[in-house]
């Protein structure tokens, strides 16, 4: 995977949660991910189609996500209403709305936002499709960024008759 798809959430997550909640978040060093265990037990899932394919993970300790979505909303929200999930969604879409603003230069979608909550769950990304995680440190928690994105055939194909 392009080093520069990685940098942008990088960016997006720190100045996502800093703007909207003041809360500082320490990114620690990013690794090739090796199978498809989400990390935590709440995942907020997002779609990238057009010239980039993939997904973007956000995962979270159900306390973390309690935590953070109550800073997020002003109000404490159990982990199994739909509001909690609904605010889950919204925090991916932010980080990756602002994160594709940086991919200027190609046409990039993102999908509706997923949530998915329960241990041991999986996120399974496209074959062939390295996933980044980027574990992230907040006073609410650790919270793990997975980026699993590529080139679409298109585009590869594209480039490789230009050569």
Do not use: W
């Not at 320490?26 to 090739?32: H, Q, S």
């Not at 907040?138 to 230009?162: F, N, P, Q, Y």
């Amino acid at each position: 995977m392009d080093a520069s798809y990685i940098t942008p959430f990088m960016t997006s997550i720190q100045n996502v949660f800093s703007t909207m909640f003041q809360l500082p978040v320490e990114i620690g060093e990013p690794r090739l991910k090796t199978d498809s265990t989400t990390s935590h037990d709440v995942s907020g899932i997002i779609g990238v189609s057009g010239e980039m394919v993939g997904t973007i993970v956000l995962s979270m300790p159900g306390e973390a996500a309690e935590s953070i979505v109550a800073l997020f909303t002003g109000e404490q929200m159990a982990v199994d209403t739909d509001d909690f999930a609904d605010a889950v969604g919204e925090l991916i879409n932010m980080i990756s709305g602002n994160a594709k603003a940086e991919f200027q230069r190609k046409s990039v979608s993102i999908s509706c936002p997923s949530v998915v909550i329960g241990s041991g769950h999986r996120v399974a990304s496209n074959s062939g499709t390295p996933c980044v995680m980027i574990p992230c440190t907040t006073d609410c928690g650790e919270i793990v960024l997975e980026i699993a994105l590529r080139e679409s055939d298109e585009v590869a194909s594209t480039k490789s008759a230009a050569a």
